[in-house]
């Protein structure tokens, strides 16, 4: 007697490819959609977790774009905690599909919005649409405008450039001008500026919210370039805190379902968008919590790599080994201003 799972292979049962399989090598999680040239122009933005993926790229060999790079002489721990050499722009962390596509609007009007500037406790101003960058902030909000300004002038010639665009989708909760519209990276006093209710509001976009964001991403990257491709993943890194009023533990798996179904669908329908499936190599039960630092948000080195080797060897390219995968992975270096919130709840 057959029926549909009898010649079915060892990856679609969970005992051969999960229980008995360790989760360093899970063999066939992904089949890329589409190669990944050596010669490749690629571009990287997301959450936190996306800055291991473009210092991984680059260790592979691959052509990473860098719009900005950091000045000449600045040592490579201070250029991180200014924006530099985390993604393919200063743009700092970009958690939301919603904050990417505003920011891709931006740069085609090649203006920069006037509303956002925030002043800090100190006196000084930061970017409200960046305000983990410049830690010690800048001396006026003319001088923001005009850093901003040159900013979005050299992001437009690299997405010019770009052949794939690999996105890492982070959150769906977020905080929302009523005025304008425009999220942030971080809820207005966190890091500067000021909470107002009357001019701030939650928001946990919906599942049709994430997809029309995806669709509107895509349409603004082929804007830059007609032939990008857009590469999708979903973070691992679970929520410092949920303004939901809701428990934290289902407000994160309910935040990354959210997620990791619009990547999934949109990915399905289209043949110039993949999903890689970090969020799951990460969170896989086999690894039993091992690929989390102690305090369960951060990924080890261990996880970083074993992230890192699977998509590397599935487009034919080598890793390197996982000693030097630790070394320059430490969770401790990510720039990510949500962390700060996970000092509020101690």
């Known amino acids: 007697m057959t029926h549909p799972y009898s010649d079915l292979p060892a990856t679609a049962f969970w005992r051969p490819s999960v229980a008995e399989t360790p989760a360093a090598n899970v063999a066939g999680i992904y089949r890329p959609k589409f190669p990944l040239p050596a010669d490749a122009a690629i571009a990287t933005a997301g959450?936190?977790?996306?800055?291991?993926?473009?210092?991984?790229?680059?260790?592979?060999?691959?052509?990473?774009?860098?719009?900005?790079?950091?000045?000449?002489?600045?040592p490579p721990q201070m250029a991180r905690q200014h924006g530099f050499d985390l993604y393919s722009g200063r743009y700092g962390n970009i958690y939301t599909a919603r904050q990417m596509v505003q920011l891709l609007d931006e740069v085609q009007q090649g203006r920069a919005d006037p509303d956002h500037v925030w002043m800090a406790a100190d006196g000084r101003y930061r970017d409200g649409l960046r305000p983990g960058l410049d830690p010690e902030g800048l001396d006026s909000p003319a001088e923001v405008l005009a850093i901003r300004q040159r900013h979005l002038q050299n992001l437009a010639p690299m997405l010019r450039q770009a052949d794939i665009f690999v996105f890492t989708l982070g959150l769906t909760e977020t905080w929302?001008?009523?005025?304008?519209?425009?999220v942030y990276p971080s809820c207005?006093?966190?890091?500067?500026?000021?909470?107002?209710?009357?001019?701030?509001?939650?928001?946990?976009?919906r599942y049709p919210d994430v997809a029309a964001d995806l669709v509107a991403m895509r349409a603004a990257l082929h804007r830059f370039n007609p032939d990008m491709r857009l590469l999708l993943t979903v973070s691992p890194v679970p929520l410092a805190a949920t303004a939901t009023g809701g428990h934290v533990l289902p407000a994160t798996?309910?935040?990354?379902?959210?997620?990791?179904?619009?990547?999934?669908?949109?990915?399905?329908a289209h043949a110039d968008v993949d999903y890689f499936p970090s969020y799951e190599i990460v969170t896989n039960p086999a690894a039993r919590g091992s690929f989390f630092e102690p305090g369960l948000r951060q990924v080890t080195p261990t996880g970083v790599a074993t992230v890192m080797g699977l998509f590397?060897?599935?487009?034919?390219?080598?890793?390197?080994?996982?000693?030097?995968?630790?070394?320059?992975?430490?969770?401790?270096?990510?720039?990510?201003?949500?962390?700060?919130l996970e000092a509020f709840g101690e």
């Open 188 to 205: 207005p006093g966190v890091i500067a500026g000021q909470f107002d209710p009357a001019r701030h509001e939650f928001v946990n976009f």
């Open 253 to 268: 798996q309910w935040s990354k379902a959210t997620l990791r179904a619009a990547a999934g669908d949109f990915a399905d």
């Open 312 to 340: 590397l060897a599935a487009h034919g390219l080598k890793a390197q080994g996982a000693a030097q995968a630790a070394a320059l992975d430490d969770p401790d270096e990510l720039i990510c201003e949500e962390a700060l």
């Open 47 to 74: 959450s936190c977790f996306a800055q291991h993926l473009g210092q991984a790229l680059r260790r592979a060999g691959l052509r990473v774009l860098d719009a900005e790079p950091a000045p000449r002489g600045l």
């Open 176 to 182: 929302r001008c009523r005025a304008t519209g425009r």
